[in-house]
């Protein structure tokens, strides 16, 4: 039994989990709304009307929330040159071939990129969810913006729903992940193997 | 309102599923407005007022003859004034009662996330059923003419309902009952298209060479249509030249819904079959050590 | 109206001026645009402004407030140079070829005989020159340049194109352009009507207005015609009915003058006021006068009024001066009426100058408001910060205010423009203590009576002998008056032989003509000594006059004149009078009081006759 | 009907005369009468009736250089449906119209609260500013109309204005004494 080594604190844990709920409960109320044949959802929110008004208070709280993460990583996540050669190797990666990989540091560059990309999604939910938000901000946009602001909202939305669907699966595809934000450690060996970088430098001087 | 049953429902908001269509010999309504005998008496607003038992706020005149000044949640109907110069010198003051047209591709419908809140009966009129209705305001974005007024109070859509609940018991619209100058017609959708012809060659003989009929094919033809004096100008009274739904709303209450459900259903499932064929990734070391 | 609103669909063309009939009269307008539609009328408007009618005109010319003389002055003078006329019928039926006193003249603005210390005329030199068979001379080639004809040519020809434009604004083009549509209705195949109300009516030469357009219409031959007339469109549903009770000071019931100071004995009345045919072959129509006096005195105070007391003629009030609403307001203003009963009137708004009226109102002892509203007027002595500044602590007059029903809260009639007399049944029950205006001037009627029976008093038997025969005597029905003002036959006459068919007696009756309430109902008592109550103000001008069932209901004299007509038939009332018509003809005849405007009608009923003579409009009050 | 049995281009019955003649209203944009310009007492009807001290609350061109007049609007029946909601709905407040011309003299934007002022008295309302009234040629200067819709008062449930007979002159026709309403001048500014 290797040694453990703390990935996350419990602060961060906690911010990730509200904001996992937080989108587990916007994205429902929104699909709701994108198609009707999921719009029974409106059901866990108390019918189309209450959905209607949680959607942008559940949205907004979830942008708060990775506000929160986000000032706690975004440094972590810049992209550095080491990223630009693993993302060349990335085809050994979805083979499941890590030794084929070059080590990386806390976050590999699929893990960087999703990152922004949920970041982005978020300000651009954010930005045109407000432009037709019933009844206190809708009323000073014009129809025209407003239907563009749809648009862009659904599809910032189905952009964060694929990224959040893509998280999901690495977590649970790359075994002894998930406990990373359970319990906030991981096993030395899991993080030689998946982010050799890293782990030399939180076990350096021992 | 809904006034009629189930049965002459044809198009529902929101619906995935066709509904009803057994109702194929109900004849097509319609209201022509003929704008070159209408003098601007409201006296089509009062009546819209009192048989919806509306009544609007006291408002204040803010400098034109238009009052209420534009459509509101009480207020289905009202007159617009525009006083245009079509040829230079020469005045004239277009007076067009403004209200839904009932399209037959009813942006509003295409819009509305809430299944059943606004319908499309066989006989062409678009009513919006407030029980079902959740307040979003998409019909504000789908609509082409800008018709739907969502309450503060009770956050419901309202719109004119070319009552619904009168012609189901084979009555005319209150504002066509109350028209004294006959300005307003209600009858098939065939016979006011060809009265409204007739109009518009009577308005041609009276010297206005491009009068016209005004029922935007790109909405699929309305069930208020205009005899307009300017028909090759409608713009001149804040009419869509061509009036159709947005692009906008068409891509993301068309195309995009598929694509994403596509999308979001085959990242699981491909996530799925990615695992079963090349299993987790596990660290070597647990399994030495082991 | 001389023809009816239904009638503008057999026009031709269309013209509105002095009015605005698609804005204040939308439901009669629906007429105009049947004949835009189905006869391909064209539509004239001539406005300062660009009205809601202009919007749905073919043609439409501006022109400067209160100059429409000018302009039709200059429409007179075009349609007489151009020969743009209906010659045979001006010939027919005009005073055309009348010759008139050679002392008449006219020059730089006056017509002879003005008197500046009066500002009013001395008409004697302006009659027509009268033969010593006491009838008027007369030249039909229309020649003598004393003739009507060659006078009004010569008048109007001051009226040029460039003058009109030079008054009115209207850009010469535009009125030229409005005079020859005009003109081509001269053609004896085409019809023109005139639409107008109070844009013609209030203005100081108001009356002028009307007359001068009637010229143009006599010109082009558009008189009693289908599609023709001159129509004045009322103001309300009612204000006809209004107007037909006598609610004006000068006027008895059925429009018979009343008497005035000068007016002592009834021979001087009778005198002052029967007329007699000045051409051979022709009757003129206040020849019956006296017999429809006597009939009112007899609806009015039945058995008591007997030959050998002139039918009472004593009893009625003779005006001392002038009663209009203004008269009646300076009055007020000087202080010498102080109090007033306000019928369905809200003069604060409706009157002239509100400073003055206020002033008037101020001076007054009490005021008595009936109406269903809380009027302006009943409060005009509240501040109402700059909208009615005015120190309740400066103003002594006591107002009671009478809650009165509205028109859908009692039965009656409306009497429409086209004179045409509608019943309605009560709606809803007035809410409150509001009472009818009947009832409430009823009751006063009767503590009146009851007050004179106890006290006596200077001249008793106005009150005392009024007839008053209803169920309810504080309450009259509306049905009973109406029944009562149909009138109900005294003695069984048989009328003259039949000069065509000797054998044949046609069974008429003489009957004899009630009284209407409304020469009560609508007076406002001046609290002064004369006892004999003069009639003060009309209860409600166009500004404002209330329906009521008994005010709404009909002159009955309409029927004895009928039967006065009588041996004197002429095309019109031989007509009109002998058409089986007992319900209908209240609806036609009443348009005879204005001389000839039954004239439209009569050519409606028996297209056959020929047009009738024309009259000469009298006032803007039509209106 | 007449004694005449026929009908009459020549009445004697008229007071003013027996033929119709051009007269300004009492209150005149132009001062003098064209068709007798020499003739300073045949300005306005010389039969119609004048009060004492009426004569003098006639306003001067000079300081009141614009036409006036006063009208009813459909929404409304003179002075009873202001106490009506419906028609209050359709035409709720006072106003007056004038001419884009004449605003732009005056600075008065649409909407504008404008101050109406005769020899008798003054109205405030909102301003119509409307290509519907144009500037008149009337002997070879500008003449501008103002109009002004009677329908509003204190009473009522429309929003409370002022009388527009406030400003109207006490002097009627000479035959039938009806008032002239629809004639007058005024003074205009912003409020």
Redesign the interface.
């Known amino acids: 039994m290797s040694r453990l080594l703390q990935r996350y604190k419990d602060g961060d844990r906690m911010n990730h989990w509200f904001i996992a709920l937080m989108f587990v409960l916007a994205a429902l109320s929104g699909l709701a709304f994108f198609h009707p044949s999921m719009f029974f959802f409106a059901n866990l929110f108390g019918g189309g009307s209450w959905t209607r008004i949680l959607h942008p208070f559940l949205g907004l709280l979830m942008v708060l929330g990775f506000l929160g993460l986000f000032f706690r990583l975004w440094r972590d996540n810049l992209i550095t040159a080491g990223d630009r050669e693993w993302a060349r190797h990335m085809g050994k990666m979805l083979s499941g071939d890590k030794a084929g990989l070059p080590p990386v540091g806390k976050y590999n560059y699929a893990q960087k990129l999703t990152f922004w990309v949920m970041a982005l999604s978020l300000v651009v939910l954010l930005a045109t969810g407000v432009m037709f938000w019933r009844p206190w901000f809708a009323p000073y946009f014009s129809v025209e913006a407003m239907r563009a602001a749809v648009l862009l909202h659904s599809v910032a939305a189905v952009v964060l729903i694929l990224s959040t669907i893509m998280h999901v699966y690495a977590a649970i595809w790359v075994k002894g992940t998930i406990r990373a934000m359970t319990r906030g450690t991981v096993t030395e060996s899991w993080a030689k193997t998946n982010h050799a970088l890293w782990h030399q430098e939180v076990t350096k001087g021992r | 309102m809904a006034s009629l049953q189930s049965l002459d429902v044809v198009a529902r908001s929101a619906t995935t599923l066709p509904t009803p269509q057994v109702r194929q010999a109900i004849p097509q309504v319609a209201k022509l407005i003929d704008e070159s005998k209408c003098i601007g008496c409201k006296a089509c607003q009062v009546a819209c007022m009192n048989w919806n038992d509306l009544r609007d706020e006291v408002g204040e005149t803010v400098g034109v003859y238009d009052n209420p000044v534009d459509l509101t949640p009480s207020s289905w109907t009202v007159m617009k004034f525009y006083e245009v110069e079509p040829k230079a010198g020469s005045l004239e003051w277009l007076i067009r009662k403004d209200g839904c047209m009932h399209c037959e591709d009813p942006g509003c419908l295409k819009a509305c996330p809430s299944p059943g809140a606004i319908v499309k009966y066989a006989n062409g009129i678009v009513d919006f059923i407030s029980e079902n209705c959740v307040g979003c305001g998409y019909c504000v974005k789908g609509c082409p003419f800008d018709v739907p007024r969502i309450s503060q109070k009770d956050n419901k859509a309202y719109k004119c309902t070319l009552c619904s609940d009168r012609v189901s018991v084979g009555l005319e619209p209150a504002c066509v009952k109350t028209c004294p100058t006959g300005a307003i017609s209600f009858g098939t959708k065939d016979d006011m298209v060809s009265y409204g012809e007739k109009r518009a060659g009577e308005l041609k003989e009276r010297g206005f060479q491009n009068a016209g009929l005004y029922n935007p094919e790109g909405v699929g033809g309305t069930h208020v249509m205009y005899v307009l004096k300017h028909a090759d100008k409608p713009q001149l009274e804040e009419l869509p030249a061509n009036p159709r739904i947005d692009p906008m709303v068409s891509l993301w209450k068309g195309l995009a819904k598929p694509l994403a459900v596509a999308g979001m259903i085959g990242a699981m499932v491909a996530g799925f079959f990615h695992y079963m064929k090349v299993g987790p990734v596990e660290d070597k070391a647990e399994k030495e050590e082991a | 109206m001389t023809n009816s609103w239904t009638d503008i669909k057999n026009t031709d063309l269309v013209l509105i001026m002095g009015g ?1 009939a ?3 009269h ?2 009669g ?2 007429w105009v ?2 004949a ?2 189905h006869r ?1 009328a064209k539509l004239i408007v001539v406005d ?9 005109a ?1 043609y ?1 010319a ?6 429409d ?2 302009f ?2 200059g429409v007179i003078n075009y349609l007489l140079i151009n020969n743009k006329i209906h010659l045979d019928y001006v010939k ?5 070829s ?1 010759l ?1 006193k050679d002392e ?1 003249g ?1 020059d ?4 002879t005989g ?1 008197n ?1 210390g009066s ?3 001395n ?1 004697a030199s ?3 020159q009268m033969g010593p068979d006491g009838f ?1 001379k007369t030249d039909d080639t229309l020649q003598d340049p004393q003739c ?2 060659q ?2 040519k010569k ?2 020809s ?2 040029t194109p460039e ?1 009109v434009s ?6 010469k083009d535009q009125f030229l352009k409005v005079a020859e549509m005009l003109g081509e209705t001269s053609a004896p195949n085409k019809v023109m009507t005139i639409l107008y109300a ?2 013609w ?9 009307i ?2 357009m ?2 143009i219409q ?1 010109l082009l031959g558009n ?1 009693g015609r289908p599609g023709g007339g001159v129509n004045a469109l009322r ?2 549903a009612n204000v006809q009915g209004i107007t037909d009770m006598c609610a004006l000071p000068e006027n008895l019931s059925g429009y018979m003058s009343a008497p005035t100071d000068t007016d002592d004995t009834r021979e001087k009345y009778m005198a002052a006021r029967t ?5 051979p ?5 206040t020849q019956n006068f006296p017999k429809w006096h006597t009939s009112l005195m007899k609806a009015y105070y039945g058995n008591a009024a007997t030959k050998e007391n002139d039918f009472a003629y004593d009893w009625l009030p003779k005006r001392d001066g ?1 009663y ?4 009646m ?2 009055l007020m203003h000087q202080g010498k009426m102080n109090g007033f009963l306000c019928q369905g009137f ?1 003069p ?10 206020s002033a008037g109102l101020s001076k007054l002892k009490y005021m008595v408001v009936f109406d269903p ?4 007027t009943s ?1 005009f002595w509240k501040n ?1 910060g ?3 500044d005015v120190d309740p602590a400066k103003i002594r007059t006591e107002v009671f205010r009478l809650p009165t029903s509205c028109f859908a809260e009692e039965t009656g009639t409306f009497t429409n423009s086209s004179r045409v007399i509608s019943w309605k049944e009560k709606a809803v029950d007035p809410p409150g203590q509001s009472k009818a205006d009947s009832e409430i001037i009823s009751r006063l009627f009767m503590k009146l009576r009851e007050l004179y029976a106890k006290d006596g008093g200077k001249l008793p038997e106005p009150i005392a002998a009024l007839t008053w025969n209803y169920s309810n005597p504080s309450a009259p029905a509306p049905d009973e008056v109406l029944r009562e003002i149909n009138g109900r036959a005294l003695v069984n006459l048989l009328a003259p032989p039949d000069p065509k068919n000797p054998d044949a007696r046609v069974q008429s009756r003489w009957r004899q003509a009630p009284s209407s309430r409304a020469s009560r109902s609508c007076v406002t008592m001046a609290a002064r000594p004369a006892a004999t109550g003069s009639i003060a103000a009309r209860s409600a ?4 006059s209330r329906n009521g069932a008994i005010r709404a209901t009909r002159p009955g004299w309409a029927y004895s004149r009928a039967g006065a007509s009588h041996g004197q038939p002429t095309a ?1 009332f031989s007509t009109t009078a002998q058409a089986p018509m007992p319900r209908a003809s209240p609806g036609i005849r009443p348009e ?1 009081i204005w ?2 405007t ?1 004239a439209g009608r009569v050519a409606q009923t028996c297209p056959t006759s020929a047009p ?5 409009r ?4 039509s ?1 | 009907m007449n004694p005449e049995g026929v009908a009459r281009f020549y009445a004697v019955a008229m007071n003013e005369g027996p033929f119709p003649e051009h007269y300004e209203p009492f209150e005149t944009p132009v001062g003098v009468n064209l068709m007798c310009p020499t003739n300073p007492k045949a300005v306005s009807n010389p039969a119609a009736r004048v009060y004492k001290g009426d004569m003098e609350a006639f306003g001067k061109k000079e300081e009141f250089p614009y036409a006036a007049t006063t009208y009813r609007l459909t929404e409304h029946l003179h002075f009873w449906t202001k106490h009506s909601r419906s028609n209050a709905i359709t035409q709720p407040a006072p106003f007056v119209e004038i001419g884009e011309e004449l605003a732009r003299e005056k600075g008065i934007r649409q909407g504008d609260r404008v101050k109406v002022k005769s020899n008798r008295g003054e109205v405030i309302a909102a301003c119509v500013v409307t290509k519907r009234m144009k500037a008149l040629e009337v002997n070879g200067k500008k003449v501008h109309h103002v109009g002004i819709p009677i329908h509003w008062g204190f009473k009522g449930v429309t929003q409370n204005g002022y009388l527009a007979n406030a400003l109207t002159p006490f002097v009627g026709d000479a035959n039938s004494q009806t008032p002239e309403y629809k004639a007058f001048l005024v003074n205009i500014e912003k409020a």
């Open positions: 605005n698609a804005e204040a939308p439901c307008f629906k645009t049947e835009q539609q391909k300062p402004r660009f009205t809601r009618s202009a919007a749905v073919d439409y501006p022109i400067r407030v209160g100059t003389i000018a039709l002055a027919l039926n005009t005073d055309a009348f008139v008449f006219f730089n603005g006056f017509f003005y500046e500002r009013s005329y008409k302006w009659g027509y008027v009507v004809f006078l009004m008048h109007f001051r009226y003058m030079k008054i009115t604004g209207t850009p109070l844009g009516t209030q203005h100081s030469v108001g009356s002028q207005n007359r001068t009637a010229m006599l008189m103001g309300h007329g007699k045919a000045i051409r072959n022709q009757m003129a129509f002038a209009d609403v203004l008269a307001f300076e809200n604060l708004a409706a009157v002239p100058n509100k400073k003055k009226l509203l809380e009027t302006e409060e109402f700059p909208l009615n001008p166009p500004a404002i019109g005879s001389p000839g039954a009738m003579p024309r009259p000469n009298m006032s803007g009050r209106s």
